[in-house]
């Protein structure tokens, strides 16, 4: 589970720091590790904003990108492409027996 305060804390830091800087790419695929591959970067986040009780993503395509031009194909081919975000931090059990995400959590 993901605590609204952390997100909110984590997504305006990542705003700040990530995609008002242009920094903030991503790669085809979810990786296993929260490293961005820049060999493997097909997208770039434009903007993030919270919208009730979820975050809303824009992308442009890198179609310059070797992978970039995969994920152009596949999308005018009519393919639906699915979007994950990374992150690291702490889990804790709450009373209840789920995982709650900490305060340190950091989006990748």
Partial sequence: MYPMETLQKEVGRYIKE????????????????????L??????????RESGSNFIGKAKI???????KIASSLLDEGVMLGVSS???GSLRE????????GEDFQLA
Avoid: C, F, W
């Avoid at 060999?39 to 993030?48: A, C, E, N, Q, Y």
């Avoid at 709450?94 to 995400?101: A, D, F, L, S, T």
């Fill in 94 to 101: 709450n009373q209840h027996g789920y995982k709650v995400v």
């Fill in 18 to 37: 990530q995609v008002s800087q242009g920094r903030a790419v991503g790669e085809l695929g979810h990786p296993d590790s929260p490293t961005v591959n």
């Fill in 39 to 48: 060999d493997r970067v097909s997208h770039k986040i434009m903007s993030l």
């Fill in 62 to 68: 890198l179609e310059s990108t070797p992978m970039g």
């Fill in 86 to 88: 990374r992150g690291v």
